[in-house]
């Protein structure tokens, strides 16, 4: 899912909300750049200017679903 994180706070809310998916890895990619989604200065570290990828990698289908569903606000249509 591309996702546009265009402040300080939805950079806040995103990890936020990343950091309550225990069981699962959540990776931010931008060109050839990939930081961990639980890290604020990770994410920080990245051009937020442009779209960034994000992909959650778990075993459980259900966190993968709700976790799209709750990034949803920040999604876009551009490609990065």
Request: aromatic share 8%; charged share 30%; net charge negative.
């Amino acid at each position: 899912m591309t996702i546009e994180l265009k402040t300080i706070q939805d950079v806040k809310d995103f990890v936020e909300i990343s950091s309550t998916y225990h069981d699962s890895e959540i990776v931010v990619k931008q060109n050839r750049y990939r930081v961990d989604g639980k890290s604020i200065l990770g994410i920080f570290s990245l051009n937020l200017l442009e779209p960034v990828k994000v992909i959650i990698d778990s075993e459980n289908e259900n966190s993968k679903i709700a976790f799209y569903n709750n990034i949803e606000k920040w999604t876009t249509n551009k490609k990065n």
